[in-house]
């Protein structure tokens, strides 16, 4: 039977897609549900140390929100906390959470599929799809790679800007115009790696012009559907506030509002669950949603971030025990995240969290429990 909780979380999903029929949530939210059906348990010893581990991070204030642990068809998760503290809301593992910077995957994903089907090429001119930007000598892997040396948007001033009467938040095309108006101090060394929030804007709308689709129809159409991720989406604030969202997103029990950047896609802004993370990865194992030589390319270092570790297009990249992860974290107004895949070793974990009271998990012991 439906919890009052469960009916308003449902609830609010209908007004995201507006086309999914109840029994399709009703399966997939339970955790018994059809999508977890194919997998297994992990030892109870296993379990135990996974569990236990959320829990000691839970209670010393570093960890609130779902996680989700994966390892040759043996799947853990659970969840602790509340997405909504001033209703004591307890958090589900099929809560919707803000990706944050993991939404990047999901950019060079669909970047990806637009070169693999020849739509563009990942060493064109990013002047031949965006030419009201005044850098002429940019190319979509230098944006991919955050090696354009282009400033990051949050950071520069914002003189001459000002966000059409009428409405609140940032489009894409409003970033072209602050960059434009950004002195070349502001710049980085082009061809070395300056993670910027920008390159992912650009991107995002770069997909927009080649595919003539928003980038939220287009991440459905093209990676959720593919990828049987029912209910993640690219937030529209603008559409269902962000207020009406089942999972805020705080700072030692402050909420974070909405701001006039939550406007813009690409960077950020992509909601899913653990669940349909794990389905994202299994997409990403087949060559449906990528060909082999497509991911190949899309995992292969680019750039040195620091020791031991490197930019792909999308992803970063780190060996570990001599294993190959493609991986990703995230942080946005309140919302820390966490998706790493093994490329050599059939596992994974997702861990989203909305409160960043606290130090970052050490990643580094994430990858441990899996060993």
Request: aromatic share 16%; glycine share 6%; with cysteine.
């Amino acid at each position: 039977m439906l919890s009052k909780k469960g009916f308003f979380s449902w609830l609010f999903l209908i007004c995201v897609w507006g086309n999914l029929n109840l029994s399709a949530q009703q399966s997939f939210s339970l955790p018994e549900g059809r999508s977890l059906d194919n997998y297994h348990r992990f030892s109870d010893t296993t379990e135990e140390k996974i569990h236990k581990y959320f829990a000691y991070h839970h209670r010393v204030g570093d960890f609130n929100g779902s996680y989700l642990m994966f390892k040759n068809d043996s799947v853990v998760y659970g969840a602790k906390g509340y997405a909504i503290y001033s209703n004591r809301d307890t958090i589900e593992p099929s809560n919707l959470f803000q990706l944050a910077s993991v939404s990047k995957v999901f950019t060079a994903i669909s970047v990806m599929i637009l070169h693999q089907d020849g739509y563009l090429n990942i060493d064109d001119s990013v002047h031949w799809y965006l030419p009201e930007l005044k850098n002429t000598d940019l190319t979509i892997r230098e944006l991919l790679s955050h090696t354009s040396g282009l400033p990051d948007y949050f950071y520069v001033g914002y003189k001459g800007y000002e966000i059409p009467e009428g409405r609140f938040h940032m489009k894409n095309e409003d970033v072209i115009d602050i960059i434009n108006n950004q002195s070349r101090r502001k710049y980085t060394r082009k061809g070395y790696y300056h993670y910027s929030n920008t390159n992912y804007v650009f991107l995002s709308l770069i997909v927009e012009r080649v595919s003539k689709m928003d980038f939220r129809e287009y991440m459905r159409q093209n990676i959720a559907r593919y990828a049987d991720m029912k209910y993640s989406h690219v937030c529209n604030f603008d559409s269902v506030p962000l207020i009406n969202y089942p999972v805020q997103g705080y700072d030692h029990w402050r909420v974070f509002d909405d701001l006039m950047f939550n406007g813009t896609t690409g960077d950020k802004g992509v909601y899913s669950n653990v669940f349909e993370m794990l389905n994202l990865d299994r997409a990403l194992r087949g060559s449906y949603l990528l060909h082999e030589a497509t991911k190949n390319e899309m995992f292969t270092p680019q750039t040195l971030t620091s020791a031991n570790a490197y930019y792909a297009l999308g992803w970063r990249i780190k060996w570990i025990d001599g294993k190959k992860w493609a991986f990703h974290n995230g942080w946005w107004k309140g919302f820390r995240t966490y998706f790493w895949r093994c490329l050599d070793e059939d596992k994974s974990f997702v861990v989203l969290t909305n409160n960043v009271q606290g130090r970052f998990l050490p990643t580094i012991e994430l990858v441990s429990l899996l060993n």
